[in-house]
């Protein structure tokens, strides 16, 4: 019922001062806590001219009951103080009534404000408090102290909620809210707690890893921190797999670090950041950057530098291109050419000749924002070619395949030596490579031969490191050897000449082997202008038919040095075979042996008997040069008629046999 009537004394209020134009009564307009929970409610004086007094009622709920808890007499009485509110531990509610002679008025109910805070223990505080009824659109002021200082604003909302994040490392700290009117103040009775500042600082932005151009130091740079409390910057390097702190920078503004690394010469190097703040709590790292490290790959055959870098990634505000600056010999650094932040790569072209070149990348930011890798140096020195190339021989060897040996000048690197061989149609096919190997000699082996009929020419080629056929030899050919059997016991040798060894032949020298011999023996030289040789073998004739031959070039003097010999093909000759066989001997006087007169006899297939009348073998030979004694078994054989038999292959591969009678007289 008291509500009803009192919306209705509002209706009337407000007619009367808008309408009517009569004066406002008094209200309250300000409650407010104090430390010990005491409530101070003030009001505005009323102007009523029939006032009696001011009645105050209270409740401890918005919805009432209310009761009568004072009343003043005084028109100038303003304010009252509730002792024992425990306003703080619960809102309380009040309200006025203006009391007159003849009736009175209620004005709005006004509550006081409670505050509830909170220590989540994560370096914040949590701030959360009651509506103040009867106030319209209240700002609501907060303010805090330490247990050193008085309380000041830190902040203002329309909210009934705040978070204050702590910046102090660790206080007792008291906090309270505050609504202010025309005349008066509203407190909440003030909380406290003791908080510590556990919110690390902003990540800072790590902005730049740069190799000055000028000193070659890696230098750091980043932007200050946004967190105020921020005492320092703690540089991490990433080495051997783990993020390692670098070093520390004290200072909030201290935002560039240089130091000597001399790894930035063989790799890109990682970094990170983080900020420390006053009350020993680090940020997380910050983005890695990586530093740029230029390599380089110098094109010597097109006189141009490949150059490759990696992607600089994480500078603020993204990457908007790639400088290439560049000097040469005593000039300055100048930018030659500026690319896409897509592209890490440049080809430079046009170098000079023996000069030495400086480069190194730089990456742009949108922002202006630059960072720089190491500078590469090198010499551009043109490609070369040996000067000098030559077959030292091209040899015969004894399984009558070809040995080639090459002399290369070595004191220029080239990529290959190649083996060419004349066909029949005249023209040079390559046939085998060997690669560069820094020695000055290189042998080829050539087994498609047929030494016997043919002599082979041959050249070599180098192929540079450009990939160029730069150097080619001269040809040179092997020596083929023929030769043919001359009446008169003479053997005819031809051959071919040898042209090629540097300071050219000295001499040919003939090399002979008969069957009693597994090895050739020189036999005779010509000069280097003579292609032909007659060897007499009667001396031979007990060596067997055939006679096996080759020749040697042999080198003259040259500036190289060298003294190589250049073998021809093995060609075999035969004589003719003949036998002469006495039909009587004497043992122990003039003809004491029996044996058979041989010219040039196959050695491999002799065979000569002697059989007695009965038909007994007593003797045989294979030797040529062995005869019978007269003897059987060591006891002489009387005289009488024996038989013989001599048989060997003749050279022209018919069949030698001889069967006659021989007297053996004493």
Known sequence: MMNISRNILYLAVFIAVTFLNLPLYSQINCVSVDDNGDVIVSWQASTDADFASYEIFFSNSADGPFNSLVTFTDITKLNFVHNGAMADFSVKYYYLRVNKLSDFVDFDVFSSILLNLNNPGNGNATLTWSEQQGSINPTYIIERKDEFGTFSIIDSTHNLNYTDTIALCAAQLWYRIKVESENCVSYSAPKEDFFRDLVPPAIPILDSISILPENSKLTLGWEPSVSTDTEAYLLYKFENGIWSILDTVWGIDNTIYQYDESEVENQSLSYRIAALDSCGNASPLGDIHNSLFLTFNVNTCQRGVSLQWNEYENIPSGNLSYLIFSKKDNDDFELISEVS??????????????????????????????????????????????????????????????????????????????????????????????????????????????????????????????????????????????????????????????????????????????????????????????????????????????????????????????????????????????????????????????????????????????????????????????????????????????????????????????????????
């Open 341 to 666: 932040s897509l592209q890490t790569g440049y080809y430079m072209e046009n170098l000079e000749d023996f000069s030495n070149y400086e480069i190194y990348i730089s990456v742009k930011s949108n922002s202006g924002i630059t960072a720089s890798s190491q500078i590469i140096e090198f010499q551009y020195i043109p490609w070369e070619k040996p000067e000098d190339i030559l077959i030292r021989y091209v040899d015969v060897n004894e399984d009558q395949n070809i040995d080639i040996g090459v002399f290369v000048d070595n004191s220029v690197p080239f990529q290959s030596i190649t083996l060419m061989k004349k066909g029949e149609n005249g023209a040079y096919a390559d046939i085998s490579t060997k690669t560069y190997t820094g020695s000055d000699f290189y042998e080829f082996f050539d087994d498609n031969v047929n030494t016997d009929l043919f002599s082979y020419t041959y050249k070599v080629a180098i192929t540079d490191i450009c990939s160029h056929r730069s150097l080619i030899s001269d040809s040179v050919s092997s020596i083929l050897l023929d030769g043919e059997s001359q009446d008169g016991f003479k053997m005819l040798l031809e051959w071919s000449p040898y042209i090629g060894f540097a300071g050219g032949v000295s001499s040919y020298d003939i090399y002979r082997a008969t069957e009693l011999e597994s090895f050739f023996i020189f036999a005779n030289s010509t000069s280097f202008v003579e292609q032909f040789y007659i060897d007499d073998v009667f001396p031979f004739k007990n060596s067997g038919a055939k006679f096996r031959y080759y020749i040697e070039a042999t080198q003259g003097n040259n500036s190289y040095g060298f003294s190589d010999r250049s073998r021809s093909n093995v060609i075999e000759l035969s004589q003719i075979s003949e036998s002469f066989i006495p039909n009587a001997f004497t043992p122990e006087k003039i003809n004491p042996i029996f044996k058979p007169i041989n010219i040039f006899v196959d050695l491999n297939s002799y065979e000569f008997l002697i059989f007695s009348r009965d038909g007994n073998l007593i003797f045989s030979t294979n030797n040529p040069n062995e005869g019978w004694d007269g003897t059987f078994k060591g006891s002489r054989m009387k005289t009488d008629t024996y038989v013989y038999k001599v048989s060997y292959l003749k050279t022209d591969g018919s069949y030698f046999e001889k069967t006659g009678s021989v007297n053996l007289i004493r």
